[in-house]
């Protein structure tokens, strides 16, 4: 078998288990990792122990869906662009389509009383979800009296202007770049 | 034309979540509400993403290209919300690879985590604001048992949603 059938087959694997994985994986990103690992790293060996670690590393500190992120990275480890673009349209494609019926079923049902009721009580729920990865976030963190002001500053100053995320975001990465930047330099001396 | 629009909100949401898991979602609220989804039908979908396989915000941006513009918008959403990702993706593996245990990217993500903890808190209170959550003694009654269920005792999201749905149900 040359280059080209090999890549072809392993292409086709990585979007099979990669669609398989993220059928099965509710709850979104964390939860994906250990199966990933058990798939690429113990039943194929593609990828050693070590290697997979810094790939999570990567996926996590790169903007986006980290589940779509690392199935990214590991295609294109396996068998490079078209390994990329198999494993995370095997990742994508299986919640895209969930979401599709999902989308027409409720559009179609909102208006019935039973529903309005079972989301009324879901949303204060959801909610509380929210609140709970901000507490988790926080835990990480190791959040103290002193890095505690960041997070409230923003948190009032965005309601009280009502300034889109995305200028917080942009402006939080350069401070944090340069903070870095920073830190690196002093301990460095 | 509405199909240019769609991508490059969810083009702007992809490229800008930095810091995982909820990340996604004070952006999501502000680009979603200019596409008409706005307050409880937000909250929904997000109980929905939730329930479905995937990540909750590629799958938020899914059912926005939906409503706005059928299956082709859904295609334009979640398309312009991944692809651009996974070309940095490509770029990153293949130039930081060396740098992986730079101590300059564990201390920019100290810093900029108290960013994302600051936003996701904002989308917590301006949803909690929308359903209308701090005069419905009810609602604050799920809230409290979800928020000690989710964070002391770590229950699942699902399991978590469909007891707060059944006890709508129930109580509503």
């Known amino acids: 078998m040359g280059m080209e059938g090999y890549r072809h087959g392993r292409c086709l694997e990585l979007f099979s288990i990669f669609s398989k994985i993220s059928t099965f994986t509710l709850g979104g990103g964390l939860a994906m990792i250990p199966l990933i690992e058990r798939e690429v790293v113990e039943r194929k060996g593609w990828v050693d122990g070590e290697e997979f670690l810094d790939l999570v590393g990567i996926a996590q500190s790169m903007p986006g869906a980290m589940a779509i992120n690392l199935s990214t990275c590991v295609g294109y480890k396996v068998a490079g662009v078209r390994g990329a673009m198999s494993a995370s349209l095997g990742a994508v494609l299986p919640p895209f389509l969930s979401i599709l019926l999902a989308a027409s079923f409720l559009l179609a049902v909102r208006d019935s009383p039973i529903v309005e009721r079972f989301f009324e009580g879901v949303r204060p729920a959801v909610v509380a979800l929210i609140a709970v990865s901000v507490l988790r976030l926080s835990r990480a963190a190791g959040i103290g009296k002193r890095t505690a002001a960041i997070p409230i500053a923003i948190v009032l100053v965005v309601l009280i202007s009502g300034i889109h995320p995305m200028y917080v975001v942009a402006i939080g990465i350069g401070a944090s770049a340069l903070w870095a930047i920073a830190r690196a330099r002093r301990v460095a001396i | ?172």
């Open chain 2, 1 to 172: 034309m509405i199909l240019l629009e769609i991508a490059l909100a969810f083009l702007i949401v992809g490229l800008l979540s930095l810091g995982g898991g909820y990340a996604m979602i004070p952006l999501l609220q502000r680009e979603a509400a200019k596409f008409g989804i706005l307050g409880k039908e937000f909250v929904d979908i997000v109980a929905v993403a939730e329930m479905t396989p995937g990540p909750v915000g590629v799958n938020l941006s899914t059912y926005t290209g939906y409503k706005v513009a059928g299956a082709l918008g859904a295609i334009v959403a979640t398309a312009s919300n991944v692809a651009p990702t996974a070309i940095l993706m490509l770029i990153a593996v293949e130039l930081f690879y060396r740098f992986r245990a730079d101590a300059r990217v564990e201390e920019f993500f100290k810093g900029f985590r108290l960013v994302v903890i600051g936003l996701i808190a904002v989308a917590a209170i301006l949803m909690a604001e929308a359903i209308g959550l701090y005069a419905d003694y009810k609602g604050m009654a799920i809230f409290s048992a979800a928020l000690t269920l989710g964070y002391k005792y770590k229950v699942h999201p699902i399991p978590l949603i469909l007891a707060a749905g059944a006890l709508g149900l129930l109580i509503y």
